[in-house]
């Protein structure tokens, strides 16, 4: 039989000592979502025969779902292609003096759509 009621609510779980600690270095909008969804798949699993996992399993889940979102996707590679203007592999690298421009710009107000 599926025993939902083993299921801590959200509410429980923020109040946990690590949640607290991923709701300071993730917000609390993005720790919530993190607990709804683990929680959610939490329930996929129980309604399957799965047995809940204990607090700490649960709480590694949402740190989980919460370090791959804020990781970037975004890698250097090597262009093997042959292809210098290779638009999957984002086009032509910029020059250390274009970036340098780039940056002076980019960190100040500027006239971009003026």
């Not at 690590?18 to 993730?26: I, N």
């Not at 919530?32 to 329930?43: C, Y």
Request: hydrophobic residues 45%.
């Amino acid at each position: 039989m599926n025993d939902f009621r083993q299921i801590p609510s959200v509410a429980q779980l923020l109040e946990v000592h690590p949640m607290v600690g991923l709701v300071r270095r993730f917000s609390h909008q993005l720790t919530l979502r993190a607990i709804q969804e683990v929680l959610g798949e939490i329930r996929q699993e129980v309604e399957a025969s799965a047995k809940v996992p204990n607090e700490t399993g649960i709480i590694s889940r949402v740190t989980e779902k919460l370090i791959l979102w804020n990781t970037s996707s975004l890698v250097s590679v090597i262009n093997a292609t042959g292809v210098i203007l290779h638009t999957n592999l984002g086009r032509a690298p910029l020059s250390k003096s274009a970036l340098n421009a780039i940056q002076c710009i980019a960190g100040n107000y500027n006239n971009l759509e003026v």
